[in-house]
């Protein structure tokens, strides 16, 4: 009879982008008894020092890795940067982690995409690792609503203005939110319509401060900048 107490607990590694879905898939890893977190993967923007995508600066992605008590692995990637690129870097990261933080897999927190969730099997396929998407196929309305009543706190600093009103760009992740959003936005944007910065929440042993700036916009999206409170 296996001894189940004696269960080697899974070592994983999070990709983390900033944003509201990841600070959930690292709350639904820290739930799993058989799971233990090793530490936080992410991408910037080497030219701007901004997190790829989210557009948020670097330092407090590192806040929020000192938040969660989590070593936070850096990918710097060029700008412009091409796909060869992108998938070079990664894999060195990917190798990285391997000598650094001996995980057993890779996590996501990817929710419905399955050409995303291909691409990473595919490109994953050769590293050795399993590969996890702890909040893969939960219906995004319901997702929305579990994040904002467990306390999950953060702000719009991304959109696609050809989807979202412009004007909500530095809002809340809120009910309010999801009410003043057009019917066919996805709750969590995860079309792309928007995207966050996840600033505290059961995840964090403690809150990141930060303060909306001032929002520009660039190559067809609206990014709101966010600055840290001292």
């Not at 189940?4 to 509201?20: D, E, H, I, N, T």
């Not at 990261?93 to 391997?98: C, V, W, Y």
């Not at 996590?107 to 419905?112: H, K, S």
């Not at 490109?123 to 319901?142: C, K, N, Q, S, Y």
Request: aromatic fraction near 8%; proline fraction near 5%; include cysteine.
């Amino acid at each position: 009879m296996t001894d189940l107490s004696s269960k080697k607990k899974a070592r994983v590694l999070l990709s983390w982008s900033s944003g509201k879905d990841s600070a959930w898939a690292l709350y639904q890893l820290q739930q799993n008894p058989d799971v233990e977190v090793v530490g936080l993967l992410t991408t910037f923007n080497s030219e701007f020092g901004r997190s790829a995508i989210h557009g948020v600066r670097l330092e407090l992605v590192r806040a929020q890795a000192e938040a969660a008590e989590l070593p936070l692995l850096e990918v710097a990637l060029p700008w412009p940067c091409s796909n060869e690129q992108y998938e070079q870097l990664m894999s060195s990261a990917i190798d990285r982690a391997k000598r650094e933080m001996a995980p057993d897999a890779v996590a996501f927190g990817d929710l419905f995409l399955e050409d995303i969730r291909q691409y990473r099997e595919e490109r994953m396929a050769d590293t050795g690792l399993d590969l996890m998407f702890p909040i893969w196929g939960i219906p995004t309305t319901e997702l929305a609503d579990s994040m904002i009543e467990s306390g999950l706190l953060a702000y719009l600093t991304c959109l696609d203005p050809t989807k979202v009103p412009e004007a909500l760009a530095g809002h809340a992740f809120d009910r309010a939110l999801l009410i003043k959003l057009p019917e066919a936005v996805d709750r969590c944007g995860e079309n792309g319509e928007f995207h966050t910065f996840a600033w505290n929440g059961p995840m964090f042993h403690k809150p990141v401060e930060v303060t909306v700036g001032e929002t520009v916009k660039r190559e067809g999206f609206v990014y709101t900048d966010l600055m840290g409170v001292l």
